[in-house]
């Protein structure tokens, strides 16, 4: 499997982290492109230092115990997801359900695409 994480669209919820039953995401500091930028995201899903305003308009001011757009992870939230580990990905699929960005892309190998979809 690939996965990637589309970084403009993350909301650090770390949501991803915390359901993924085989450890394929970690939050990395926002402040740090070489580090966010390692999975096989395109070039139009890296980290270039700014979040998509759509998103930060939605989640800036929710107020649910996250520390939404923080720079670091303070191991609840904050940083930004990075899909390090893809090759683990067993499809569950509980990530795409939880990621509140609608950020998490999976590639199969028969390139069929799963992206998320935050209800």
């Known amino acids: 499997m690939k996965v990637y994480v589309d970084k403009p669209l993350c909301t650090g919820c770390q949501h991803c982290k915390d359901v993924c039953p085989v450890a394929v995401f970690e939050m990395k500091k926002r402040s740090a492109p070489e580090e966010v930028n390692?999975?096989?995201?395109?070039?139009?899903?890296?980290?270039?230092?700014?979040?998509?305003?759509?998103?930060?308009?939605?989640?800036?001011?929710?107020?649910?115990?996250?520390?939404?757009?923080?720079?670091?992870?303070?191991?609840?939230?904050?940083?930004?997801?990075?899909?390090?580990?893809?090759?683990?990905?067993?499809?569950?699929?509980?990530?795409?359900?939880?990621?509140?960005?609608?950020?998490?892309h999976i590639i199969d190998d028969t390139n069929t695409e799963y992206k998320s979809i935050y209800a």
């Open 38 to 104: 390692t999975d096989t995201a395109p070039e139009s899903a890296q980290w270039k230092g700014q979040s998509d305003p759509a998103v930060v308009e939605k989640w800036s001011k929710v107020e649910d115990g996250h520390k939404h757009f923080a720079d670091e992870n303070d191991g609840t939230s904050g940083g930004i997801s990075v899909g390090v580990n893809g090759e683990a990905c067993i499809l569950c699929q509980a990530c795409l359900i939880q990621c509140e960005g609608e950020c998490i």
